[in-house]
Structures are given as structure tokens and as C-alpha cells.
């Protein structure tokens, strides 16, 4: 799977907008963008996840550049309950390559009253 | 629609004790992953589990530890001989079999080793 580069750390305000970046220039064409956050002391949760185009559900919203290479994660209008780890991940899905997620350091969003 | 379950949520284990934590996956998910994370450090992933069949344990230590997913009942991760190494959070992971699958995450055992 595609290796993934993410800020450390980011702070934003409560009931701003969180935009978390993530750089995947290595990304093969049947990978997909996927996004999970952990939240302290819990198991980890998806988010969302696309291939080539933007995608957004009822958590957030993700932007996926042209060439791929790199993708951004909007949480709309962050909330103290968003305070958590987020991660990127690249990888492939279908029926013959169903295997593992490798989770990167991620990046640790806090978020300020 | 119960989502996975993990048990116990806390275990405490003195040094050379076995360890053994449960997950029960999501109805209709056929496939588990269990992951590891010790304090402070990242989630690593740690075996790939089909029913009855290890698809993936490059993660997995060479010793003491084993994982199996019966063809009924929940999967099971096994540590003999707990050393104080082992203290960590363990997660347990399912996903149906569809193309483009989705982890869905339990709420973990922390296992304490004394």
C-alpha cells in the first residue's frame, strides 16, 4: 500500500471548519483514499473514503486532487468531540485483495473553545 | 445491528498467565483483523483471520502469540506466558467480504500485565 504524509498536529476552533491534508504521491491507480480517526482510548472509526472523486457524508467531506496525489478532509464545523487522531490511508479493495490496514502516525487534531 | 464486540473490556494478568480476548464481529462480517497499540505508540496491525483460516499474521510475534476465528463462535487472540510487554490495548477489527470494505472497530481490551 501507498505510503502516506501527514501533519503531526493541527489545532482549529470550535465551529470553524477542520481541513486535514494528507500527500500520497506514490498512489497507484486502484488505490483507494480512505480516512479513520481515533478518538482517545477508543477503537478507531471510519470516516469516509473515494477513489477519484470528492466524497461527503453526514462526518465530512473529502477533496481529492486531480492527479491524486494528494487529498483533504473537511469536517465541516468542528466540535470539541472531534478532538481525536486522524488517519490516512491508501490501499487496495476488491474481492481478491482484501488484507490489512497499515496505520500511519496520523495526525492528532485538537480542537480549541 | 450490535457492532463488534470485544471482551473483556479490562484484564488484568500477572507475569506468566495466559491472555485470552474475544471479538465478536459485526453480523454478516466473515473477516477479523486484530491490532495492537501500546501506550503512547501507533495502532499495529498484528493477524488477518478468515473463517477457520490465518490469511495474514506478519504481525503477529513469533511466540506466545496466537489467533483463531472458529467456524462458530467468536474470534479468539491468545498470549501465553504474559510478560509485562505486553501490556497494551488490543483491538479486534471486521469487514464483510465486499469490494470496498470497510473496517468496523471495537472498543478494545487493555490488557494489564502485573
Known amino acids: 500500500d501507498a505510503k502516506t504524509t501527514q501533519p503531526t498536529s493541527m489545532d482549529c476552533a470550535e465551529g470553524r471548519a477542520a481541513n486535514l491534508p494528507c500527500n500520497h504521491s506514490?498512489?497507484?491507480?486502484?488505490?483507494?483514499v480512505y480516512w479513520y480517526r481515533q478518538i482517545h482510548s477508543q477503537g478507531p472509526q471510519y470516516i469516509i473514503h473515494?477513489?477519484?472523486n470528492n466524497e461527503t457524508n453526514e462526518m465530512a467531506s473529502l477533496i481529492i486532487t486531480e492527479d491524486r496525489k494528494s487529498s483533504t478532509l473537511i469536517l465541516p464545523h468542528a466540535t470539541l468531540r472531534d478532538t481525536a487522531v486522524y488517519y490516512c490511508?491508501?490501499?487496495?479493495?476488491?474481492?481478491?485483495?482484501?488484507?490489512?490496514?497499515?496505520f500511519g502516525s496520523g495526525t492528532r487534531l485538537s480542537i480549541r473553545p | 445491528n450490535a457492532g463488534v464486540m470485544q471482551n473483556p473490556r479490562h484484564l488484568v494478568r500477572r507475569r506468566g498467565q495466559e491472555a485470552r480476548l474475544r471479538c465478536s464481529p459485526m453480523?454478516?462480517?466473515?473477516?477479523v483483523y486484530w491490532y495492537r497499540q501500546l501506550p503512547e505508540e501507533g495502532l499495529k496491525f498484528m493477524v488477518y483471520?478468515?473463517?477457520?483460516?490465518?490469511?495474514?499474521e506478519s504481525g503477529m510475534p513469533k511466540e506466545r502469540f496466537s489467533a483463531e476465528f472458529p467456524k462458530e463462535g467468536p474470534s479468539i487472540l491468545r498470549i501465553q506466558q504474559v510478560v509485562r510487554g505486553d501490556s497494551a490495548a488490543y483491538f479486534c477489527?471486521?469487514?464483510?467480504?465486499?469490494?470496498?470494505?470497510?473496517?468496523?472497530f471495537g472498543s478494545g481490551t487493555q490488557l494489564s500485565v502485573l
Open positions: 477489527a471486521s469487514s464483510t467480504e465486499t469490494t470496498n470494505e470497510k473496517l468496523f
Open positions: 506514490t498512489i497507484s491507480g486502484n488505490e483507494y
Open positions: 473515494g477513489l477519484k
Open positions: 490511508i491508501v490501499r487496495v479493495t476488491g474481492y481478491s485483495s482484501a488484507s490489512k490496514i497499515i
Open positions: 453480523k454478516g462480517h466473515s473477516h
Open positions: 483471520l478468515q473463517k477457520e483460516n490465518i490469511i495474514d
